[in-house]
């Protein structure tokens, strides 16, 4: 208990500040869409057949600016977010018409804590650290709740520290730990699943991370280069033919000659935001390549897909966004708390006292 207790305290007091980091981040990303105060966002979510049409055939109209992607407007945010290489976008009205534009994610408040909350504005790396801090804080999660155990009948539930000395400190992160202790796991294994899909397997079975990349990736196909005016028209008919209940979400053109134009659209009875139903389409003549309706795929690929609306607060309305909040408050504190107590007021209590005086419990 002694070794599990030290390794508790330390990776806390090594990965303490990742896990505020990403905390407080993600706590304020549940409430992304009111962040992008700009003219037409409270406009109600248009997905009418023609409209999209209209939409999209503006959008796409010069070859030369055309985004790689967009993604539609919704039921809490009135604009379409236009993607344009790597770093550059803008918003446009339902109708077409560019409303802002950038040429750096941090010029827009929502885009850089999205950065910051997936990649810790370190691209492909700091997606990684965020992983491993993700499996760090399911064994905090699972450690603490054994630690926990041996202390249960000294519970109290706090807020806040009744003050701010280490033995409080370590009371009320102990105290507060155990009655998020089954949210926190959620958040961290589907967060940490996002990430490292293989992990997935822990709960999905072995063959899970293998079904849900097949499931996922686009057909084989020979298709010509992308059209100087595609079909647009065409493929939205076609995708409405096929869905007739479900929302347009996201258009994406081909990153390379060869493949497929996607789109992707969001069944009623789906949780993801932005759907997993797919179509792709010859980018040359707008022909249907597949169609996978994302409520027919298996059983771990439907499971998977829950992970990030669960995630994320996409799901449940606002009472589940309010309890998500909470979560990710706790965790900020937690991992706030963890740091300044072992990093800081240990050493001063250590300075006064000297190392071998036992500091007594409150």
Same mark, same amino acid.
Request: proline share 0%.
């Given at each position: 208990m002694k070794t599990l207790d030290l390794l508790h305290r330390w990776t806390g007091g090594l990965v303490g500040l990742v896990l505020l980091v990403l905390g407080l981040s993600g706590t304020i990303l549940i409430h992304r869409d009111a962040l992008v105060m700009l003219p037409h966002a409270g406009d109600a979510q248009v997905q009418g057949t023609p409209a999209i049409i209209a939409t999209t055939e503006q959008m796409m109209a010069d070859p030369a600016a055309r985004p790689s992607s967009v993604v539609f407007a919704t039921d809490s945010l009135g604009l379409n977010r236009l993607s344009f290489g790597k770093e550059a976008g803008a918003y446009a009205d339902q109708a077409g018409n560019i409303v802002t534009r950038w040429d750096d994610p941090w010029q827009r408040p929502e885009l850089f804590l999205f950065d910051? =909350? =997936? =990649?810790?504005?370190?691209?492909?790396?700091?997606?990684?650290?965020?992983?491993?801090?993700? &499996?760090c804080g399911l064994f905090f999660v699972i450690s603490g709740t054994v630690l926990w155990w041996r202390t249960r009948r000294t519970f109290a539930f706090r807020l806040l520290p009744k003050r701010l000395s280490r033995p409080a400190i370590l009371r009320h992160?102990?105290? &507060?730990?155990?009655v998020f202790a089954p949210l926190l796991l959620l958040v961290m294994f589907t967060g940490t699943t996002m990430i490292f899909r293989p992990v997935s397997a822990l709960v999905l079975g072995p063959s899970a991370p293998a079904t849900i990349e097949a499931s996922f990736k686009a057909p084989e196909a020979q298709v010509g280069a992308l059209a100087d005016k595609p079909d647009w028209a065409r493929m939205i008919r076609t995708a409405r033919e096929r869905f007739p209940d479900a929302e347009i979400r996201i258009l994406s053109l081909p990153k390379e000659v060869g493949k497929p134009i996607t789109l992707r659209m969001k069944q009623p009875e789906e949780w993801l935001p932005n759907g997993r139903t797919t179509l792709w389409f010859a980018p040359d003549t707008g022909e249907l390549i597949e169609a996978r309706d994302a409520l027919t795929l298996p059983g771990a690929t439907q499971a998977f897909n829950t992970f990030y609306p669960l995630h994320a607060a996409k799901v449940g309305g606002l009472a589940y966004k309010l309890v998500m909040t909470l979560v990710g408050l706790a965790l900020s504190l937690l991992g706030s708390l963890a740091v300044w107590s072992f990093w800081f007021r240990r050493n001063r209590i250590a300075r006064r006292f000297g190392s071998g005086v036992t500091v007594p419990a409150e």
């Open positions: 910051l =909350h =997936h =990649h810790l504005l370190a691209g492909e790396t700091g997606e990684i650290v965020g992983g491993i801090a993700g &499996l992160h102990r105290d &507060l730990g155990i």
